[in-house]
């Protein structure tokens, strides 16, 4: 089976290969695990830039932010990204987004914006 290789810039197999190492050193992974996992990582990475692009776009800014990132990554996939544990109302407050007063705006976004389930 040939060896999976990964789109310039993103995740790599030796990547890969280091981090599975770091969780065991003794065990291998298949090819084709490989290249799940090398497809899956450089999928998450691609859909979290784009969602985060959108984001900073949304909140009127012209570069990306660690903020933009951390809510697309907790809106998105609902979990915490480490070293940035945040409440997401504090990263809401920060992008300047009012909070609902309403019972319809206190439905969870993913209900209201399928783009962003």
Partial sequence: MSRPVAPPGLVSVDTIRRMAAQIDAREKLDADVEQL???A???FLSDAASHSLRLAKH???DALSVDDVV???ERKWRFKVPGFNQDLTQVIAKTGVKKATTKTHQVSPPSLCPHFA
Avoid: F, Q, Y
């Fill in 59 to 61: 909140r009127g800014g």
């Fill in 71 to 73: 809510l697309a990554v």
């Fill in 41 to 43: 990582s450089n999928e």
């Fill in 37 to 39: 996992l090398l497809e």
